[in-house]
């Protein structure tokens, strides 16, 4: 079946540096890619949907320029993270979607960020 | 403000037995209902879905039961097997349907199914 592929599944750095995490759509191509967070014990929680070719749309209360996404191919999109602080250790997942059925969205392996 | 509700964060039952793990939630805007079952170092695979304009779905050893009124939805699995040990996400969703929507999210609920 369709496969979601996101990079690093785990990823260390200092304070104040950026981290960059790549979600591939493996066997479809999505015009639409959803990013997430979840803190421990809490919910997926959507940050941004990410549209191929145009800005990504924020969710309320997400900072749009510490985290950047681009979406620049049908098979492609980034998260980065800029100017990490501890706060923003989390666990962070895409979902892309290659059909109109709701249960052809397809997770990732998702991305365990620690910022020390 | 958690929108989807997933009250209990575990749930043990033996094998053979009915698994039933509920979800509330508190958008009426919410007309579509999913179910996923994440492993750990996985991300969460789709299980089965319900529209708001059934009551009642079902596939294989999964049933999902929708009541409206009460803002309540529910998964039976019958009969629990070891394998179906995951953490189990509600989501909801107002779009109508497509994949291009916005999921929301339930906490999860940490299911053990012991031998």
């Known amino acids: 079946g369709a496969v979601v592929s996101q990079h690093p599944s785990r990823v260390i750095c200092k304070s104040g540096t950026s981290v960059k995490i790549e979600c591939r759509s493996l066997d479809f191509q999505a015009t639409t890619m959803f990013w997430y967070r979840q803190f421990p014990k809490q919910s997926l929680m959507l940050m941004a949907t990410?549209?191929?070719?145009?800005?990504?749309?924020?969710e309320q209360g997400v900072e749009k320029d510490k985290f950047l996404i681009n979406h620049a191919s049908l098979t492609l999109s980034t998260l980065t993270v800029t100017s990490a602080h501890p706060e923003d250790s989390s666990f962070y997942i895409c979902?892309?979607?290659?059909?109109?059925?709701?249960?052809?969205?397809?997770f990732g392996e998702g991305s365990r960020l620690t910022v020390l | 403000d958690q929108q989807v509700k997933q009250n209990s964060p575990s749930l043990s039952v033996q094998e053979g037995r009915i698994s039933i793990l509920n979800c509330d939630y508190t958008n009426s805007m919410f007309d579509y209902f999913l179910w996923y079952k994440k492993y750990p170092a996985e991300g969460p695979t789709f299980l089965i879905s319900?529209?708001?304009?059934?009551d009642k779905n079902e596939d294989g050893r999964f049933t999902v039961f929708l009541n409206k009124s009460a803002k309540h939805l529910s998964l039976h699995i019958v009969p629990s097997q070891p394998g179906d040990s995951a953490v189990y996400f509600c989501?909801?969703?107002?779009?109508?349907?497509?994949?291009?929507?916005?999921?929301?999210f339930g906490k999860g609920t940490l299911l053990t199914v012991n031998p």
């Open positions: 979902s892309a979607g290659g059909g109109f059925d709701p249960g052809e969205l397809f």
């Open positions: 990410s549209n191929e070719g145009s800005k990504a749309t924020y």
């Open positions: 989501a909801a969703s107002a779009s109508g349907g497509g994949s291009n929507y916005k999921l929301t």
């Open positions: 319900i529209s708001s304009i059934k």
